[in-house]
């Protein structure tokens, strides 16, 4: 298991809800190949209008686990006590999945959700991946073939940091400082 604090959180702001989708796509095969770990992702999609949804990928949510607690209760309380007892197992282990769904999150902090709802602009989306173990080249390579993508917030160091920025395009290249493609990001 990879050590909290080694994951960061990265942050790419797209101008269309598919090209964050296929960010996702490319940070996964990525992942294959051994250049990235990918924690979580959450996509941030703000409609026109002001209306943002959010779309988790691995966080458990409390209705899930509630379901989930439910389900094993009613199975192991039927098993041990009848009816009766799958009914009051699974109304207990409900509660008891909703409440650690709640307290367990494992991924991208909720309150950092909400902050990045607020942030993104109308029409657009955000893709907010917690990684590790990240190769910078290859993050750079697969970055630059996402023109008008923008940084929108990321923890990582300030030379990655400026690496991404110039993958995007956000900032050019200074010539007479050139960033180490082969470098690691922990």
Same mark, same amino acid.
């Given at each position: 298991?990879?050590?909290?604090?080694?994951? =960061?959180?990265?942050?790419?702001?797209?101008?269309?809800?598919?090209?964050?989708?296929?960010?996702?796509?490319?940070? /996964?095969?990525?992942?294959? !190949?051994?250049? @990235?770990?990918? !924690?979580?992702?959450?996509? +941030?999609?703000?409609?026109?209008?002001?209306? &943002?949804?959010?779309?988790?990928?691995?966080? +458990? &949510?409390?209705?899930?686990?509630?379901?989930?607690?439910?389900?094993?209760?009613?199975?192991?309380?039927? #098993?041990?006590?009848?009816?009766?007892?799958?009914?009051?197992?699974?109304?207990?282990?409900?509660?008891?999945?909703?409440?650690?769904?709640?307290?367990?999150?494992?991924? @991208?902090?909720?309150?950092? +959700?909400?902050?990045?709802?607020?942030?993104?602009?109308?029409?657009?989306?955000? /893709?907010?991946?917690?990684?590790?173990?990240?190769? /910078?080249?290859? #993050?750079? =390579?697969?970055?630059?073939?996402?023109?008008?993508?923008? #940084?929108?917030?990321?923890?990582?160091?300030?030379?990655?940091? !400026?690496?991404?920025?110039?993958? /995007?395009?956000? @900032?050019?290249?200074?010539?007479?400082?050139?960033?180490?493609? &082969?470098?690691?990001?922990?």
């Amino acid at each position: 298991m990879v050590p909290q604090d080694a994951r =960061r959180l990265l942050v790419i702001g797209f101008d269309d809800p598919l090209k964050a989708q296929e960010f996702l796509l490319t940070a /996964l095969r990525m992942q294959q !190949h051994g250049q @990235i770990t990918v !924690h979580d992702a959450v996509f +941030i999609t703000r409609a026109p209008d002001g209306r &943002s949804t959010v779309q988790e990928t691995t966080d +458990i &949510s409390t209705g899930r686990g509630a379901l989930s607690g439910g389900v094993w209760g009613l199975l192991i309380g039927t #098993l041990l006590g009848g009816p009766l007892g799958g009914l009051v197992g699974g109304a207990a282990t409900a509660g008891t999945g909703a409440l650690l769904a709640k307290l367990i999150d494992t991924g @991208i902090r909720d309150e950092k +959700i909400r902050q990045l709802r607020e942030t993104v602009p109308p029409g657009s989306a955000a /893709l907010a991946l917690l990684v590790s173990h990240v190769h /910078l080249g290859d #993050l750079q =390579r697969e970055l630059a073939r996402f023109p008008g993508a923008a #940084l929108v917030e990321s923890d990582l160091s300030d030379a990655a940091i !400026h690496a991404v920025r110039i993958a /995007l395009g956000e @900032i050019p290249s200074d010539p007479e400082n050139p960033q180490n493609p &082969s470098a690691s990001q922990g």
